[in-house]
Each structure stands twice: as C-alpha cells, then as structure tokens.
C-alpha cells in the first residue's frame, strides 16, 4: 500500500492564480482531512470529510474549496491563490469516519504565493 | 483557535537520558493523540489515548492524561539521537470529526 499520496510536492503560484492539491489513499479510509502547517503553529484543520459526497469545514477553511467524489480522492482547490497561503499542506485520512483513530499523513506540498 | 499546547516548546538533551514533553488543552475530550514529525515530512502517528485512560506505553514511550487538569505528558526515556523530531499533541473533542493539533515541541537529542 502507498498509504497517502500527495501532489504536487513543491509549487510556486502568483497572486490570484488557481490550483489543486491532489490526495489520494488507498487504505479504504472513509474520513480524510487537509491541514496546513505554518511555523510555529502546529497544524491548522481546513477541511475534512467523513466520506464520498460529504464535507464540512475545519478552522481555517475561508478561500479553500473541496470535494469528495470517491473514497480514495479528497483534493483542496485554492480558487485565488494569496500570500496569506503560502503554507505547507498535508492530507490525512483515518479509518474511522468520525474520525477518532488514529491519521496516516502524506509527505506534504509545500506552497509558496508570490 | 489550537486546542492544545506543548510545554516546552523546545528541549535539547543527552542520548540516554529521558523526555518529557508536556500538552493541555481546552474542552472536553474523545482522545489525545501524539504524533512525531521529522524535519521536511509528513506525521507519524506514536500513541493514542482515550478520555477513560490514565496511562499508556509503547516500547521506549509513555503517555499519561489527567482529564481533570485537561492535561498529558508524553516520556521518551533512554532518548537516541534518532528521536530528534518535532512531537505534537492532538485532541479529538466529544463531538468527534475535528482533530486539533498543538504547536508542537522541538526536541534535540544530541549524541
């Protein structure tokens, strides 16, 4: 099992630019989550989702979209991209769907917004 | 808002010798997780503790929770330079779904 796969690694965007943060499990998990990590403040929940067609927002969601069209897949848009979110985001998934086991992280995507 | 908070934030010791990192919180509790992130990765889960347990090991680890003083303590004893790391405390509030991470302590384990 590769566990949790997160793309890109590394990406650079301007101001106002669109993307997609890609994550993939293949563990079966029903519920995964994104969270972006900044220096100094542990990591911040944006959003999660406790299975195909349902998610909810964590406590930094505001200027990120997601969606869950599949068990496996749980991307993170970032409509307009700004400074504020040059961060690096990781996506977790746990085989509960409340969410009370333990998370399996990916390796992280680091984004810079110049 | 973080829910938990690591004491100290930041700890550089002896191999051989223990670690001690503490973590309080705020609200009530479904669990508390510690978790190990090395420099540059992704985290790793070490331990999980539910709200009715007081105490829990795993190998060279050692977690307490005191649920009235909304307070746990993660050990390390016999460190190795292999434990440096960041360790993060995480809570799962009552109402589940939301797992909220601390800032994490940085600890340095010198050889």
């Known amino acids: 099992n590769a566990g949790v796969t997160q793309t890109p690694k590394f990406q650079v965007l301007k101001t106002g630019q669109s993307m997609t943060l890609q994550c993939a499990q293949d563990?079966?998990?029903?519920?995964m989550s994104w969270y972006r990590q900044d220096p100094g403040m542990g990591l911040r929940l944006i959003h999660y989702s406790v299975g195909a067609g349902i998610t909810d927002q964590g406590e930094v969601p505001n200027g990120y979209n997601v969606s869950r069209s599949t068990t496996e897949d749980f991307p993170l848009r970032l409509l307009s991209a700004a400074p504020s979110q040059t961060s690096v985001y990781f996506c977790a998934s746990s085989y509960s769907s409340s969410g009370t086991g333990e998370l399996f992280f990916g390796e992280g995507s680091r984004l810079t917004v110049l | 808002s973080q829910q938990g908070e690591e004491d100290p934030q930041a700890l550089s010791i002896q191999e051989g010798e223990n670690a001690t990192m503490n973590c309080s919180y705020k609200?009530?509790?479904?669990?508390l997780q510690w978790y190990r992130q090395n420099s540059g990765r992704g985290l790793v889960h070490l331990i999980l503790?539910?709200?009715?347990?007081r105490e829990k090991h795993s190998g060279r680890l050692r977690v307490t929770l005191d649920t009235s003083k909304k307070s746990s303590s993660l050990l390390i004893t016999a460190s190795r330079a292999a434990d440096t790391a960041s360790y993060f405390c995480?809570?799962?509030?009552?109402?589940?779904?939301?797992?909220?991470f601390g800032a994490g302590t940085r600890l340095f384990v010198k050889a």
């Open positions: 563990m079966n998990h029903e519920y």
């Open positions: 503790i539910r709200s009715n347990e």
């Open positions: 995480a809570t799962l509030g009552t109402g589940g779904f939301k797992t909220i």
């Open positions: 609200t009530s509790i479904n669990n």
